[in-house]
């Protein structure tokens, strides 16, 4: 029997199997569930282990990870999966169709916390293994799993265990579907993330809050220099004015350009899904370059003095901004915190104090886009899909992926099969079937594919 | 016998009657003292009518508020004595030296609630006219008492009061004496108050905050924007950039620079005293000027997206903040309100929604700088202290000031007893002794040279 043969016939089995997964309640954030995250490690290790993978539930000073792997031959490609068992929270529990932690089918989709993100996309992963295994006897590369537990609990471990078990990790590529595709039907392959750099901004004034008619005019605002600062780090361009912000900043090549340009985008869409009247950025860049190809600067939240019901008429004795600037290659979130930092302290005026908090952030990532890799990732997603994928980059940022490359040395290649509105985070979380079944394909095809990149 | 003499032998028995003024907490801010308010107000108008002065407690709709006439002769000129006879809320109890409502001397102070603000004060004048009437049988003018009982509580029954008695309110000068001098020994009359004009800016952009991740670069930012808004409000001369903002400036006369330049002022005391390192203003001005004789724009308070520990990555729907303008002759809030307005609007990009909250304010008072009532309220103030009084301004506002002006025409002699370090509105409220005795003597010497000015 062939591996996509032992698929089709497991089509309603795996379904089973898959909703027995979503049956185990694995919420990271939330200590009642701790021996639910126990029993969901085991649950994917007995899982890795039936079919002979070596399997392992790691302890990691939080919740455990699982670790398996299966060797086929020195010769053969190492491929790193990376997936998550955990959950989010469930909540707000009166707007699901259904018991969260009771799958149900409707419509075509699975629904369940967890379905999409990500259990029922590394599960697409575990059946494509299996079904090597059952079939063949042996997967065309080598497989290394590497399942945490952690990650909608913004966890720090995982990152410790990486640098601790490089060696047990080393591999040649990571596979990680833990996003969407461009649309129904229209697979895509990320090649790029940006980063991300945050700091925080306090400008100090005077040492309590003053009578505004006493003092006002005297005494500098601290409000409104923050103001101040913040209206002058972008110029009517949408250009960021710190001093070598653009410094690194990657130009796409040709190639990234035309991916871009071939990506359908309806604005009117767009805008109706954020709410907003009108798009506004960076000049000379298309919306979608803007949110992937170029680095941003955002207030994320601003406050200072009196913010409740009517007047306190007040100069307030200081004001704070937490800003984040979107990175990409080959820009550093340590680079940027300091060059921000150098900027304000030298735009902000002497009659107030400016107190600036670097935190730092994770660096922005690129694929290759001429390697190998992503070449063979292509012709497997092509293979089951029978459309060639979208080359994406994504705006927002996946920090391990980052780990993965700073530490392991490792590209990785970002083929998520979910859907923009599988409500992710929300109740009625969701995967379509067909996604489901597309995935493993998807997994099976891949395995094949990678394994003629080397040897 | 003298008025003078006659106060002389009373200094004792005026400090006990200001002390069970002074003993009933009559806190116009908190329900739960309705009847000591009642009480209160009974006591004024008892006290009032005990030296044949027709008084009357009247039902405003909130605190009954106390009104008293003596009448001399209709060719004497009528001063309107304002004064009010409730307090703040004593709290936080645990800072008082003493029960707040039981009153003790130290070190040449009475220490009470209301001590300075306003009992001790206005029953300063209420001495003064009993020093004539014990004595001459008479006051060289016609006296008008309105004494308030929710000048603590911003209520705006008076105003609907004085609009409604504007027959009976009638007068030729008003007197309040509710502040403070310049210093210790430093008399100061008031020839001045800055207006105020209160607006509220909100910014919205996006329906919903949006990942900063997905969406940054493409959709605009409200917080951003509304700190470029109003870090464009002001340039670096310290000069607000408002259209029109300075049109109907007043320009100080050559008269009250030169009171401004006799004002005492010490750069580094005033810092001390703000906490601040450094003075900053509007260019070409000094710091006392700034503050009374110039319009500002602070903004109060501000709000946007996220505000708890650490990040979140979002682009906020929407922020907002309050502005207040204060003002100068001959501006109004009306006007300033409308400009403010204008030119947000204006310099506000179209892909974000601008909402601008008018809420008015209250006009800026002057008081004519050469009118006869200043003169003779100078000599009365420099007979008791032995200095010539200083001319001041002040930056804040009294709206009850403007009010006497536009409903009744009237202006007013702003002459405080009290001392800037009185502690008003705070715990251990004192007024010094031998202020409250200058006070009544002012009064006396007030009404004797205020009785020259017409007839």
């Given at each position: 029997?062939?591996?996509l043969?032992?698929l089709?016939e497991?089509e309603?089995?795996?379904?089973?199997?898959?909703?027995?997964?979503?049956?185990i309640?694995?919420?990271?954030?939330?200590?009642?569930?701790?021996?639910?995250?126990?029993?969901?490690?085991q649950?994917?290790?007995d899982y890795?282990?039936?079919?002979d993978?070596?399997s392992?539930?790691?302890?990691?000073?939080?919740h455990?990870l699982?670790?398996?792997?299966?060797?086929t031959?020195?010769d053969?490609?190492?491929?790193?999966?990376?997936?998550h068992?955990?959950?989010?929270?469930?909540?707000?529990?009166?707007?699901?169709?259904?018991?969260?932690?009771d799958?149900?089918e409707?419509?075509?989709y699975?629904?369940?916390?967890?379905?999409?993100?990500?259990k029922?996309?590394v599960?697409?992963?575990?059946?494509?293994v299996?079904?090597?295994l059952?079939?063949?006897g042996s997967i065309?590369?080598?497989?290394?799993?590497?399942?945490?537990?952690?990650?909608?609990?913004v966890?720090?471990?995982?990152?410790?265990f990486?640098?601790?078990?490089?060696?047990k990790l080393s591999?040649?590529?990571?596979?990680?579907s833990?996003?969407?595709?461009y649309?129904?039907?229209m697979?895509?392959?990320?090649?790029?993330?940006?980063?991300?750099?945050f700091v925080?901004?306090?400008?100090?004034?005077?040492d309590?809050?003053?009578?505004?008619?006493?003092y006002?005019?005297?005494?500098?605002?601290?409000?409104?220099i923050?103001?101040?600062?913040?209206g002058?780090?972008?110029?009517?361009?949408?250009?960021?004015?710190?001093d070598?912000?653009?410094?690194?900043?990657?130009?796409?090549?040709e190639?990234?350009k035309?991916?871009?340009?071939k990506?359908?985008?309806d604005?009117?869409?767009?805008?109706?899904?954020t709410?907003?009247?009108r798009?506004?950025?960076?000049?000379?860049?298309?919306?979608?370059e803007?949110?992937?190809?170029?680095?941003t600067l955002?207030?994320n939240?601003?406050t200072?003095?009196?913010q409740?019901?009517?007047?306190?008429?007040?100069?307030?004795?200081?004001a704070?901004?937490?800003?984040?600037?979107?990175?990409?290659?080959?820009m550093?979130?340590?680079?940027i915190?300091?060059?921000a930092?150098?900027?304000?302290?030298?735009?902000?005026?002497?009659?107030?104090?400016?107190e600036?908090?670097?935190?730092?952030g994770?660096?922005?990532v690129?694929?290759?886009?001429?390697?190998a890799w992503?070449?063979?990732?292509s012709c497997?997603v092509?293979?089951?899909f029978?459309?060639?994928?979208?080359?994406t980059?994504e705006?927002?940022s996946i920090?391990?992926?980052?780990?993965?490359?700073?530490v392991l040395g490792?590209?990785?290649l970002?083929?998520?099969?979910?859907?923009?509105?599988d409500?992710?985070h929300?109740?009625?979380?969701?995967?379509?079937?067909?996604?489901?079944?597309?995935g493993?394909?998807?997994?099976?095809?891949?395995f094949?594919?990678?394994?003629?990149v080397?040897?």
């Open positions: 029997m062939e591996p043969e032992y089709k497991q309603s089995d795996s379904l089973e199997q898959l909703k027995e997964f979503l049956r309640p694995s919420v990271s954030a939330q200590s009642k569930y701790k021996e639910d995250m126990q029993k969901c490690a649950w994917v290790a890795l282990q039936d079919m993978i070596k392992e539930v790691c302890e990691t000073g939080g455990p699982v670790y398996g792997e299966y060797r031959s020195d053969a490609p190492t491929v790193l999966i990376y997936g068992y955990d959950v989010q929270p469930p909540d707000p529990l009166d707007l699901w169709k259904t018991s969260p932690f799958p149900i409707e419509d075509g699975l629904i369940a916390r967890g379905a999409t993100d990500d029922g996309q599960f697409a992963h575990m059946k494509g299996e079904a090597y059952k079939t063949t065309p590369v080598n497989v290394k799993f590497l399942i945490e537990g952690e990650e909608e609990a966890s720090n471990n995982l990152d410790n990486i640098k601790n078990n490089k060696e591999a040649d590529i990571v596979v990680v833990d996003s969407a595709q649309g129904i039907d697979p895509a392959i990320n090649y790029g993330l940006r980063g991300i750099a925080e901004v306090r400008v100090v004034g005077p309590r809050d003053l009578h505004s008619g006493s006002g005019g005297a005494i500098a605002n601290p409000v409104n923050l103001c101040n600062l913040i002058r780090l972008q110029d009517e361009n949408g250009r960021i004015t710190i070598g912000f653009y410094d690194n900043v990657y130009t796409s090549t190639w990234e035309e991916q871009f340009a990506l359908p985008f604005e009117s869409e767009y805008l109706a899904s709410g907003s009247h798009l506004h950025g960076e000049k000379g860049f298309s919306t979608l803007r949110t992937a190809t170029r680095p955002d207030v939240g601003i200072g003095g009196y409740g019901e009517g007047a306190k008429t007040i100069i307030p004795s200081w704070s901004a937490k800003i984040t600037m979107r990175l990409v290659p080959d550093t979130p340590e680079e915190c300091d060059k930092e150098a900027y304000l302290q030298k735009i902000c005026p002497d009659y107030v104090t400016l600036v908090t670097k935190y730092g994770c660096n922005p690129q694929v290759p886009t001429d390697s992503l070449d063979a990732a497997a092509e293979s089951v029978k459309v060639k994928p979208f080359f980059k705006g927002g920090p391990i992926v980052e780990t993965f490359k700073t490792l590209d990785t970002l083929i998520g099969f979910g859907q923009h509105d409500n992710a929300s109740p009625n979380e969701r995967f379509l079937i067909k996604d489901f079944h597309r493993w394909r998807t997994s099976v095809a891949l094949q594919e990678l394994s003629k080397k040897g």
